[in-house]
């Protein structure tokens, strides 16, 4: 199961299943053990260059990229368009293709190139990001186990608010921005996290599960709504409704981000059993 969620997952046609990636499998065999060994062979300098210019919505790489078969391979000097160049130096591999439209969706082809290609933006975004100081993974991790978010979401905006000032202020200072490092930091966390996750009515910001609870996030900028009217259009916009039947403790959180702040002022927490 481990070998096929880090190292299976490329397609290269419109029709067939996966296929594992042979150097990291060959590696993982001759070190008995799991590593990053695809990645080892190169870092994505460039890439990492064009996503922060171009303000790419990193999320969406989670197999939400469509795009027409005609211009999945078309990449051209002095593009924006980011897209063909990752899929055909291998960040991104064919998950589906939609036939009436002549269309592929994209996505990240394992949690090897997924978390070894994020691990390269963090510090892009964030400079003084040191994993051994100022973000302790197993602590964020163990909090998250215990189910205690109080403690999640302090240690949430005791990161934030390390991040300089003129850090954001070069960044598209919006919700978007402090969305993307929340991402960042979860997924490193090894939780299951989903942005921008689509309903019937709306997009639940981010969702986190565990193995017993369920977290549903909503953010809101200060300057445009607090962290109760996160928390209430959570039940306006009936974004419990897919988990109802899950057997997991749901848990909403509706949470305010402070440009004066850096990161999460506020946060008001409810849980639904």
């Given at each position: 199961v481990k070998l096929r969620k880090y190292y299976n997952g490329y397609r290269f046609s419109k029709v067939g299943g996966s296929v594992y990636n042979p150097f990291s499998i060959l590696n993982t065999f001759f070190?008995?053990?799991?590593?990053?060994?695809?990645?080892?062979?190169?870092?994505p300098t460039f890439l990492i260059r064009m996503l922060k210019d171009v303000n790419f919505e990193i999320p969406d790489l989670e197999n939400n990229i469509h795009v027409s078969v005609r211009d999945v391979t078309n990449y051209r000097v002095g593009s924006n368009n980011p897209i063909p160049i990752l899929y055909q130096s291998g960040y991104l591999t064919i998950k589906d293709y939609d036939s009436k439209f002549n269309e592929f969706t994209l996505g990240f082809p394992n949690e090897e190139v997924k978390l070894a290609f994020l691990n390269e933006l963090l510090p892009v975004f964030i400079p003084q990001y040191d994993s051994g100081q100022k973000f302790s993974v197993a602590h964020f991790i163990k909090t998250l186990e215990k189910g205690d978010i109080e403690s999640f979401m302090n240690s949430m905006r005791a990161f934030y608010s390390s991040i300089s000032y003129e850090m954001i202020e070069n960044k598209h200072k919006n919700e978007r921005y402090y969305q993307f490092i929340f991402y960042l930091l979860v997924t490193f966390m090894g939780q299951f996290i989903q942005t921008e996750v689509k309903t019937s009515e709306g997009r639940i910001d981010a969702v986190i599960k565990t193995v017993d609870t369920i977290y549903i996030f909503e953010f809101?900028?200060?300057?445009?709504?607090?962290?109760?009217?996160?928390?209430?259009?959570?039940?306006?916009?009936?974004?419990?409704?897919p988990y109802n039947t899950n057997g997991r403790k749901l848990v909403k959180i509706g949470a305010e981000f402070d440009d004066k702040e850096r990161g999460i002022s506020r946060w008001k927490i409810l849980s639904d059993y």
């Amino acid at each position: 199961v481990k070998l096929r969620k880090y190292y299976n997952g490329y397609r290269f046609s419109k029709v067939g299943g996966s296929v594992y990636n042979p150097f990291s499998i060959l590696n993982t065999f001759f070190n008995n053990d799991f590593g990053d060994y695809w990645y080892e062979t190169g870092s994505p300098t460039f890439l990492i260059r064009m996503l922060k210019d171009v303000n790419f919505e990193i999320p969406d790489l989670e197999n939400n990229i469509h795009v027409s078969v005609r211009d999945v391979t078309n990449y051209r000097v002095g593009s924006n368009n980011p897209i063909p160049i990752l899929y055909q130096s291998g960040y991104l591999t064919i998950k589906d293709y939609d036939s009436k439209f002549n269309e592929f969706t994209l996505g990240f082809p394992n949690e090897e190139v997924k978390l070894a290609f994020l691990n390269e933006l963090l510090p892009v975004f964030i400079p003084q990001y040191d994993s051994g100081q100022k973000f302790s993974v197993a602590h964020f991790i163990k909090t998250l186990e215990k189910g205690d978010i109080e403690s999640f979401m302090n240690s949430m905006r005791a990161f934030y608010s390390s991040i300089s000032y003129e850090m954001i202020e070069n960044k598209h200072k919006n919700e978007r921005y402090y969305q993307f490092i929340f991402y960042l930091l979860v997924t490193f966390m090894g939780q299951f996290i989903q942005t921008e996750v689509k309903t019937s009515e709306g997009r639940i910001d981010a969702v986190i599960k565990t193995v017993d609870t369920i977290y549903i996030f909503e953010f809101k900028m200060s300057a445009f709504g607090t962290a109760e009217e996160a928390l209430a259009q959570i039940d306006t916009k009936n974004y419990l409704l897919p988990y109802n039947t899950n057997g997991r403790k749901l848990v909403k959180i509706g949470a305010e981000f402070d440009d004066k702040e850096r990161g999460i002022s506020r946060w008001k927490i409810l849980s639904d059993y």
